[in-house]
């Protein structure tokens, strides 16, 4: 076999596409790390009328009840129907016509009729996103592969804070009114590169076997993997057809079944408790109020933003090394671990604040800045990249993007409650809500250790017996192994009649 790969398996296609597609990711890291910066954005509080803290909540969670729709109705029958690439690249056109609503804005309606369109685009590019990278990642190495959208989603929030502070010194003529629009619009940037170069990427091989495209999953297979000719790619590619078979024959089309199968709805629950509490760890809240949290910690405004950008870079830098251990660390104490140092962080900034009260304290001061800056350590070791990588890989391939599509509106619940709950909390209860999402990372912590198994190292046709056996088919219908030798003998008839 003379496959051209790298270390981690990594090959010139391989390492491209994965790198193009989780640009999608993008967006919806922008789109938290910008809203945080223009909340302390003159220009902003007069072109909304100074929005109270509740208009605030509902800008913020508004997005996620777009892309709760999205997630729930549209990612999966789009990306089923026209595969992982252009699944992304409509979810990025219908984000950008959000963003063009929300860079006009100028009243309150206005920006949340653009938030909803650009969180309906979030939902269906945040699936295919990590649907695609799962599926044309080796096996052994897919954690790093998956972890690729986390790095997209921290990498946006970056950028978006770096803009936001730089906008920020135009502080006077036209800039006081149009740094923060600026702002908005310059997710457009990473937009068109990603859509230019999506049509270059070759699709989902499992997804081309999925619609009867042998010869074309053949040929993509064999371009990400570095092989020669296709003989040495022939095991992995009767493996997935093999699978995909079986599943066509027993396929899932009713979203009742996640309910009534017990081992999908083992394999729901996982998923969709851990999008859910990605969210109600208290990111979303740090994140899209981040600017505000530096401010609550004793920082100046510009500071504040400054050290925003500070954090996340941080956050990038911490999610791509994550990428390299969370395959031999393994999901679950990847998960647990993360949960900890989240829970650690948020009891101390609650109990510090409440120890010295309006910024009384400067050493008290800096060490909540610390520890906002540690909490981004255990959010991108864990939740940050770990709830996608699961997500994305334990569900069967006849209703992959289907179940990804239902456990990810977990996250949006989690991020409305969150986003709508935040601003209103610290206003009324101030830093004692930290202490309530403290106890969720607690939780969380307990939870992976006791119900979630590791994942690993498996392919994903081997996950498909992990979380226990479909029942979905009739007794006397063959077997994915049974159905091994079929899959070959079909490919073997394509490559002849092609």
């Known amino acids: 076999m003379t496959l051209k790969q790298g270390k ?34 003159p220009g902003f509080q007069n072109a909304l009328d100074n929005p109270s803290s509740g208009d605030k909540g509902l800008i913020t969670a508004i997005f996620y009840a777009g892309q709760f729709i999205g997630f729930a109705f549209f990612a999966g029958p789009t990306n089923n129907r026209f595969g992982r690439r252009w699944a992304g690249f409509i979810g990025v056109v219908v984000l950008c016509i959000g963003a063009v609503f929300q860079t006009a804005a ?25 649907l695609y990278l799962s599926e044309v990642a080796p096996a052994q190495h897919r954690g790093l ?107 899932i089309t009713s979203v009742k079944v996640f309910i009534t199968e017990k081992a999908l709805w083992s394999r729901l629950w996982r998923a969709w408790a851990l999008s859910f509490l990605q969210q109600m760890s208290g990111a979303a809240g740090i994140r899209y109020y981040l600017p505000t949290n530096f401010i609550a910690a004793g920082t100046s405004e510009s500071l504040s933003l400054l050290a925003s950008g500070i954090d996340g870079t941080v956050q990038v830098a911490c999610t791509v090394a994550a990428m390299f251990f969370i395959d031999k660390l393994g999901r679950r104490h990847s998960l647990g671990i993360g949960a900890i140092i989240m829970a650690f962080c948020l009891m101390i900034n609650g109990a510090l604040q409440l120890a010295y009260p309006n910024q009384s304290n400067s050493s008290a001061n800096y060490c909540n800045i610390f520890f906002i800056f540690l909490f981004t350590v255990g959010y991108s070791m ?45 206003a009324n209860i101030g830093p004692r809500v930290y202490f309530i999402f403290m106890s969720f990372n607690v939780f969380s912590a307990i939870l992976v250790y006791a119900c979630y198994p590791e994942t690993k190292r498996k392919t994903l046709e081997e996950l498909d017996s992990h979380f226990g056996k479909l029942n979905v088919h009739s007794e006397n219908e063959a077997t994915p192994k049974q159905m091994l030798d079929e899959g070959a003998e079909h490919f073997e008839d394509s490559k002849s009649k092609a």
């Open 8 to 41: 981690f398996g990594m090959t010139p296609w391989l390492l491209f596409s994965c790198s193009v597609i989780s640009m999608g990711a993008i967006f919806w890291g922008y789109d938290i790390g910008i809203l945080s910066t223009i909340y302390v954005s």
């Open 106 to 130: 100028n009243h309150l309606a206005m920006m949340v009729v653009g938030r909803i369109i650009a969180g309906l685009g979030t939902g269906v590019v945040s699936t295919s996103v990590p």
């Open 145 to 251: 592969y998956v972890a690729g959208n986390q790095v997209g989603i921290v990498f946006g929030i970056s950028m978006a804070f770096w803009v936001g502070y730089g906008y920020s010194f135009w502080d006077y003529g036209n800039g006081i009114n149009l740094e923060w629009r600026l702002s908005v619009a310059m997710q457009y940037v990473p937009a068109l590169l990603f859509l230019a170069g999506v049509p270059l990427l070759p699709e989902s091989p499992r997804w081309l076997l999925e619609h009867d495209r042998t010869e074309d999953a053949a040929v993509a297979l064999s371009k990400l993997r570095g092989a020669s000719s296709i003989a040495d790619i022939q095991v992995e590619l009767d493996e997935i057809h093999a699978n995909i078979l079986w599943h066509k024959k027993n396929s």
């Open 382 to 426: 864990g939740f940050g990249p770990c709830a996608w990588i699961y997500s994305s890989e334990i569900f069967p391939a006849n209703c992959r993007s289907k179940g990804l599509g239902l456990s990810a509106s977990g996250a949006s619940l989690g991020a409305i409650i969150v986003g709508q709950v935040w601003p209103i909390a610290v």
